[in-house]
């Protein structure tokens, strides 16, 4: 599958450091041949974003936040400036308070509720409302989630309820879209040691359970990530959409811990 994006375009956003998934999916699709855009929001993550973007051959950075309808135009006005066409679009964007992911659910503010579900979930439609035109030759898009939206997940609170809006976006965009030719798929890697998931209290514990519990006893690594990115954008993927794809060693098919962990 070395060359098998070769001539594909796309658009990454939420590449935060070089342990980020967004960057995962960023390398193995540079290797596998695609031309590369990405996104970053404000001037800190600018800084850390420009090297990375450089190493895979990429001068189209743009500043946008997905809660500023007016940023998101310009960015997508300077892409199709650049390009005029796009093929694929990863979307690796999430938030909530921090301060709101420990402690109960049942405490979630209306504040935090409606920032994680626009941040979490409605910037997908939003982009990809955008990204549509671009994708005339069809394209695949695809977005992040994790097996908190359908299991409960201590301190994962409100961003299983945004992810699983998120997982049902994926599946009502799919159907909109694949008269068109594109395709909407979510990724579902375990626990990762991302910036994102440090947020997460109790990250180590949860890594760690998942690692020794899971049938392959790993976590996914970003090169697994990569390589599913890689295949579903590829037109080996030609004909999975409205997919949560697990990449995750196997976790999500236990019903208890491994007996040696009870």
């Given at each position: 599958?070395t060359?098998?994006?070769?001539g594909?375009?796309?658009?990454?956003m939420?590449?935060?450091?070089?342990?980020?998934?967004a960057?995962?999916?960023?390398?193995?699709a540079?290797?596998?041949?695609?031309?590369?855009?990405?996104?970053y929001?404000?001037?800190?993550?600018g800084?850390?974003?420009?090297?990375?973007?450089?190493?895979?051959?990429?001068?189209?950075?743009?500043?946008?936040?997905?809660?500023?309808?007016?940023s998101?135009?310009?960015?997508?006005?300077?892409?199709?400036?650049?390009?005029?066409?796009?093929?694929f679009?990863?979307?690796?964007?999430?938030?909530?308070?921090?301060?709101?992911?420990?402690?109960?659910?049942?405490?979630?503010?209306?504040?935090?509720?409606?920032?994680?579900?626009?941040?979490?979930?409605?910037?997908?439609?939003?982009?990809?409302?955008?990204?549509r035109?671009m994708?005339?030759?069809?394209?695949?898009?695809?977005?992040?989630?994790?097996?908190?939206?359908?299991?409960?997940?201590?301190?994962?609170?409100?961003?299983?309820?945004?992810?699983?809006?998120?997982?049902?976006?994926?599946?009502?965009?799919?159907?909109?879209l694949?008269?068109?030719?594109?395709?909407?798929?979510?990724?579902?890697?375990?626990?990762?040691?991302?910036?994102a998931?440090?947020?997460?209290?109790?990250?180590?514990?949860?890594?760690?359970?998942?690692?020794?519990?899971?049938?392959m006893?790993?976590?996914?690594?970003?090169?697994?990530?990569?390589?599913?990115?890689?295949?579903?954008?590829?037109?080996?993927g030609?004909?999975?959409?409205?997919?949560?794809v697990?990449?995750?060693?196997?976790?999500?098919?236990?019903?208890?811990?491994?007996?040696?962990?009870?």
């Amino acid at each position: 599958m070395t060359n098998s994006l070769q001539g594909k375009r796309g658009l990454v956003m939420g590449v935060a450091n070089e342990r980020s998934i967004a960057w995962g999916i960023a390398k193995a699709a540079h290797a596998a041949g695609a031309e590369l855009a990405f996104t970053y929001q404000g001037e800190a993550f600018g800084k850390r974003l420009t090297p990375l973007a450089a190493s895979v051959g990429s001068d189209i950075m743009v500043d946008a936040d997905v809660t500023d309808e007016a940023s998101l135009d310009r960015a997508f006005a300077v892409l199709d400036e650049h390009w005029g066409k796009l093929d694929f679009l990863i979307h690796a964007v999430a938030y909530s308070d921090k301060d709101e992911l420990n402690g109960r659910f049942i405490n979630t503010t209306r504040e935090n509720f409606r920032t994680s579900l626009t941040i979490s979930c409605y910037s997908l439609i939003d982009v990809a409302r955008r990204a549509r035109p671009m994708m005339t030759d069809g394209g695949t898009i695809i977005t992040l989630t994790y097996q908190g939206s359908n299991r409960v997940t201590p301190n994962y609170n409100v961003m299983g309820v945004a992810k699983a809006a998120l997982e049902s976006a994926v599946r009502y965009l799919a159907n909109d879209l694949g008269p068109e030719g594109i395709r909407v798929n979510a990724i579902s890697p375990g626990p990762m040691k991302t910036l994102a998931g440090s947020a997460i209290g109790g990250a180590r514990a949860t890594f760690r359970h998942t690692e020794e519990n899971a049938p392959m006893r790993a976590n996914a690594t970003l090169e697994a990530i990569g390589g599913t990115a890689v295949w579903l954008i590829s037109d080996g993927g030609a004909c999975t959409t409205g997919e949560i794809v697990r990449v995750d060693g196997g976790f999500h098919v236990l019903g208890m811990p491994q007996q040696n962990h009870l």
